[in-house]
């Protein structure tokens, strides 16, 4: 393929630096070779012209939380992950191609039935169907009281480590681990925690010994504090992080992945579960927490990344959320590209638009430094210095 050579009315080039008016960026073979300003970066010869000049360009995004096969709206999410592969694959078809043109380049799934996940990386890499990215958990790591049960659990030292082991003999890229209740699910609370300091640090242990880590889902609590004290990577959701529990994140660089669509949503729990009191009256106090926590936990300058939980194609609704709470719109950005690649640990690949990395980029109209619901507006995506959909969407 020729290189190509796109004209950036304003390029993002997520490294944090400002950004550049009339910019180009060169992508051959898949990768950025060059980015910077139109007067000094040379376009080789033969190369396809893109033109985005009405157009900010920024990095794809990386949604750092998601399950590709769960659909909120349609409730009982663990129903949904119990179900036969074929219509979970559908439905995942359906999920990934809406979460790419909004801009979603790469996607760090958070367990899956089945090694779905792993199934479906093969097809989107293949071509059969298109999708972002995929970074898989495969089989998350849950009690059999735990919340996020579907069909496989895991409980005690042995049957950890033996889970995580087969799981990345299949092919997993990091560990999920249930730490503590959550909101989609009857019966278990937020703060309540199950599995004991032993499993979890069995958890972690098998992971980093492989050069890997693990994520665990925890609201609040002593799951919470004990996944950060026993060397998790990531706390996903946190939605009842006490200060305490921030303090400590941020000492040991654990990140923070935020899901906002999936509590604040129209199209998250509410829309699915709305008739469930017992989730209902969970999803409406951690509403209040978030809007009355989050403000302050923002400000400490914790790490942070974003995740729509499996509301699809919302990663502007994530960005928009953060800004709403007082991040600058630019910590917005880096959030859900540069930060979110940190964290779950691609930097190296993808991130910024930067020669080496892989050319992930998307186009929108409209400048979401200045109003961040531009976010909405994706006109074009580019994966791997592929345009995608470029003749069927
Ligand atoms: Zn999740």
Redesign the pocket.
Same mark, same amino acid.
């Given at each position: 393929m020729a290189p190509s050579a796109i004209r950036c009315g304003t390029l993002f080039d997520g490294t944090g630096a400002a950004p550049v008016r009339d910019a180009v960026l060169v992508v051959d073979g898949g990768r950025v070779v060059a980015a910077g300003s139109a007067a000094t970066t040379r376009i080789p010869a033969g190369a396809e012209l893109i033109d985005l000049r009405d157009r900010f360009v920024m990095p794809g995004l990386v949604d750092a939380? %998601?399950?590709i096969s769960i659909v909120p709206g349609l409730g009982d999410q663990m129903g949904q992950l119990r179900q036969p592969p074929v219509p979970q694959a559908l439905r995942a078809t359906a999920n990934l191609r809406r979460d790419l043109y909004a801009g979603t380049t790469t996607m760090r799934v958070?367990?899956e039935e089945n090694f779905l996940d792993l199934d479906v990386r093969e097809a989107i890499d293949a071509g059969v169907i298109p999708g972002p990215r995929l970074l898989c958990a495969t089989r998350a790591m849950t009690a059999s009281n735990g919340h996020g049960r579907a069909h496989a659990s895991f409980d005690g030292v042995d049957e950890i480590r033996r889970g995580v082991r087969e799981n990345f003999q299949r092919g997993a890229d990091h560990v999920k681990i249930f730490a503590t209740g959550g909101v989609a699910s009857s019966g278990t609370t937020l703060r309540a925690c199950v599995y004991t300091r032993e499993e979890i640090r069995a958890a972690v242990e098998e992971a980093e010994r492989v050069g890997k880590y693990a994520a665990a889902?925890a609201h609040g609590g002593p799951g919470l504090s004990m996944s950060v004290e026993e060397g998790v990577a990531t706390i996903?959701h946190g939605a009842l992080a006490a200060d305490d529990d921030i303090a400590l994140m941020k000492e040991r660089g654990v990140w923070l992945v935020c899901?906002f669509a999936?509590l604040l949503h129209p199209h998250g729990i509410e829309q699915g579960d709305g008739r469930n009191p017992a989730i209902m009256e969970k999803m409406r106090w951690a509403r209040r927490v978030v809007d009355e926590n989050f403000p302050r936990h923002l400000a400490t300058g914790i790490r942070i990344a974003l995740g729509t939980? %499996?509301v699809h194609g919302q990663m502007a609704f994530e960005m928009e959320t953060l800004v709403r709470l007082g991040v600058p719109a630019k910590d917005a950005l880096l959030a859900a590209t540069r930060w979110g690649a940190e964290a779950c640990r691609v930097d190296a690949e993808i991130g910024t638009l930067t020669p080496g990395k892989c050319a992930d980029l998307i186009a929108v109209d409209g400048d979401p430094l200045k109003d961040i619901t531009a976010m909405r507006s994706i006109r074009l995506v580019m994966k791997n210095g592929v345009i995608q959909g470029r003749d069927e969407q």
């Open positions: 939380h %998601s399950h958070m367990a889902h996903e899901t999936i939980d %499996s």
